[in-house]
Structures are given as structure tokens and as C-alpha cells.
């Protein structure tokens, strides 16, 4: 266990490097944050100003590791636009972006895995069909269409939902749907296909032939296996879910980390966007720790793999 946790943590530095890399350079190639940042009327003198006061004059080498070289000791910036250190800005969004992405998670967890559950036992059943059909129309579809569609029907037409903001669970309904479609379709259809194979198994069948009910060889035996696929996929989505909902908050108003991303991208406020994305970095490298662990009590070849 130690060996993964040590290996993961390690594969994770180079990884978060990476995102620095590729973020700092693209954030550069946007353009000048005093263009934004400053009123038309600003004088060239006082433009030149504010980009030796952030180092926006150095070459893009020297201002990268400067940016590194203070990351390392904790130091994300400071934000342009609200002149407080980006990392604070970023922090007092997070708590809405998590409650938003906790909510999707729990609605489609609790739709997709009973559904495609019964979609494999009930196999070629009109519940199976169903539950296709809207497999297919959850990932088809775009989050912000989607988002749109259900602000005209339950928000505009019928007025029972609000519109926008944060604040109230009612205000948490719309959002957390439509964020929670994609990845409900998707483990519907990843869970019904591994219970299929499952339940083929040589295992199952001598399961039932020792008399265990439909229920237990379903739960016990067959959900078990087919849950280290899933936790797979999860893994993955749930970092989307942190990183992805940037359409979801924008069509919302929802006051979390994706509308300040794209709230900072087009004020070109840089320690903001990189500090944003190096914390979902980080997300994704801590999510993937935690399912390579529950491997380990999921899957015994595993844990053989890792002791032998």
C-alpha cells in the first residue's frame, strides 16, 4: 500500500509541472493583462508600470520560473483584478463548486447504478430499452443546451424552480441535474455492461446453483466485480466534475470556481486562472491515489500483484 501511495504521489509532481507549463504558456499567448485590467485611458507610462509591478516585462522564461520558484514556497500570486492572493480568491469559490459537483455526483450514483443494475438482469426488457434510450440521450446531448432547456421548462414556464444563484436547495436542483446527466449515462451504460459480463461468469452460476437468491448473487458476487471498472471511471469523472461544470456555473450564475475561471480568463488575470488550475490538478492526482487504494480492497490480485 505504501509502495502505491509513494509512486502515485511521485508520478503526480511531473504531471502538475506539466499543467503549469502548458497553462502559463497558453494564459501568455492570450495578451497583455494591462489591456484589460486598466481603463482605455491609461497612459502608456502607467501600462509599462503595471507590468514592472508583476513582472509582466520580463521574458516569458524568467517570468515562469519566478512563478515556480515562489509556488514552491506556497506563494500562487496575486490576483489583478482583486488584488488579493489568488489562491484565497480560488478558495472562497471552492465550497460552492463542491457542493454543486457533490450533488450531481450523489444524482447520478443513485439513478445509474439501480438503473443499469436492472437493465442487465431485465436484459432486452422494455426497462432495458428505456434505460438505453436515455443513456443515449444523456450523453448526447450538451450540458449547456441542456441547462438552457430546463431554465425554459421548470424555471420559466412552469415557475418552480429558480433561475439562477446559490443559496437555497431549491436554487441546487437545476444545476446539479443538468451537471449530473453525462456522468449518470455514462455509468448506467458502464455498469449494465459489466453486469452483463459479470453475470455470465462460471462463479455466478455456481452461486446460484448452491441456492443464493437473485438478490445476493447480484449484490454479493456479481456487483462487486464490476464495481473496479466503475470506480475506474468515477475516479476520472469526479475530477471532471471539479474542472468541467464551467458551462453549468456560467448558464446558472452559479458562483463557484469554473465561472471564475472564465471570469479571470477574460480579464486575463493569470495567478487566478494557474492557481484554479494547479488546485483541479492536484484534485485529479489525489482521486486517482484514492481509487488505485480501493483496488487494493476491491480486487485481491491486486493487493497479490503489490506484495509479491
Known amino acids: ?129 428505456l434505460v438505453m434510450s436515455v443513456v443515449l440521450f444523456g450523453q448526447s446531448i450538451p450540458t449547456f443546451w441542456l441547462g438552457m432547456l430546463l431554465i425554459l421548462l421548470f424555471a420559466v414556464h412552469f415557475r418552480l424552480l429558480p ?41 455466478v452460476r455456481t452461486a446460484r446453483a448452491k441456492g443464493l437468491g437473485d438478490w445476493a448473487v447480484t449484490t454479493r458476487h456479481a456487483l462487486r466485480n464490476t464495481l473496479v471498472p466503475i470506480i475506474t471511471v468515477l475516479g476520472l469523472q469526479i475530477g471532471g466534475l471539479l474542472g468541467g461544470a464551467v458551462m453549468t456555473e456560467t448558464v446558472f450564475a452559479w458562483p463557484g470556481v469554473g465561472t471564475l475561471v472564465l471570469e479571470s480568463i477574460l480579464k486575463r488575470d493569470y495567478p487566478v486562472v494557474l492557481a484554479a488550475l494547479i488546485l483541479v490538478a492536484t484534485g485529479f492526482v489525489l482521486i486517482n491515489l484514492i481509487v488505485d487504494i480501493l483496488y487494493c480492497y476491491l480486487d485481491p490480485r491486486v493487493r497479490t500483484a503489490q506484495n509479491s
Not at 489591456?35 to 482605455?40: I, W
Not at 501600462?47 to 506556497?74: E, I, K, N, S
Not at 449494465?192 to 461468469?201: A, H
Open 1 to 129: 500500500m505504501k509502495t502505491i501511495v509513494l509512486t502515485r504521489l511521485l508520478q503526480g509532481v511531473p504531471a502538475l509541472l506539466g499543467v503549469t507549463v502548458v497553462a502559463f504558456a497558453l494564459l501568455y499567448l492570450t495578451g497583455d493583462p494591462s489591456q484589460t485590467m486598466l481603463p482605455p485611458e491609461a497612459t502608456e507610462t502607467t501600462r509599462a508600470a503595471f507590468r514592472h509591478a508583476y513582472g509582466l516585462d520580463q521574458p516569458l522564461p524568467v517570468q515562469y520560473l519566478t512563478y515556480l520558484g515562489r509556488l514552491v514556497q506556497g506563494d500562487f500570486g496575486r490576483s489583478f483584478a482583486y488584488n488579493q492572493p489568488a489562491l484565497q480568491v480560488v478558495l472562497q469559490r471552492l465550497p460552492a463548486t463542491i457542493e454543486l459537483s457533490t450533488a450531481a455526483l450523489l444524482i447520478a450514483l443513485s439513478l445509474a447504478i439501480p438503473a443499469g443494475i436492472i437493465s442487465a438482469v431485465k436484459r432486452n426488457s422494455v426497462f432495458d430499452r
Open 163 to 203: 433561475v439562477s444563484g446559490r443559496g437555497s436547495f431549491a436554487q441546487l436542483i437545476l444545476p446539479a441535474f443538468t451537471l449530473s446527466l453525462f456522468l449518470a449515462a455514462l455509468l448506467a451504460r458502464l455498469t449494465r455492461s459489466g453486469m452483463l459480463d459479470v453475470l455470465s461468469q462460471d462463479y
